[in-house]
């Protein structure tokens, strides 16, 4: 059960990478918060499979994860404030 809640922390650590891009993510947050309190029994339900299945869908159509268009401009913003 252990392997699963850690797979299950990584996952929303990717979700919170993505968390501006990504709407309406306090409802898949709401819907795992039973599982992921200590000592948690782990049953899923349907709301985490819909919520599962709407993260991941969102993630997989967030417009940044794209190849770079080599016949468009590229512009990089970067943080450099700790150089």
């Known amino acids: 059960m252990e392997y699963f809640l850690s797979r299950l922390r990584s996952w929303f650590g990717l979700l919170n990478v993505f968390r501006d891009f990504l709407p309406y993510m306090t409802k898949v947050e ?3 918060s039973a599982v992921r309190k200590k000592n948690a029994p782990w049953l899923v ?3 985490m499979r819909n ?3 709407y993260a991941q869908e969102q993630v997989a159509s967030i417009d940044m994860l794209v190849f770079p268009d080599d016949d468009r401009p ?3 913003d970067a943080d450099a404030y700790a150089i």
Do not use: G, I, K, Q
Request: no cysteine; charged share 10%.
């Open 51 to 53: 919520a599962f299945d």
């Open 30 to 32: 709401a819907a795992f």
């Open 45 to 47: 339900t349907s709301a």
């Open 74 to 76: 590229l512009y990089v």
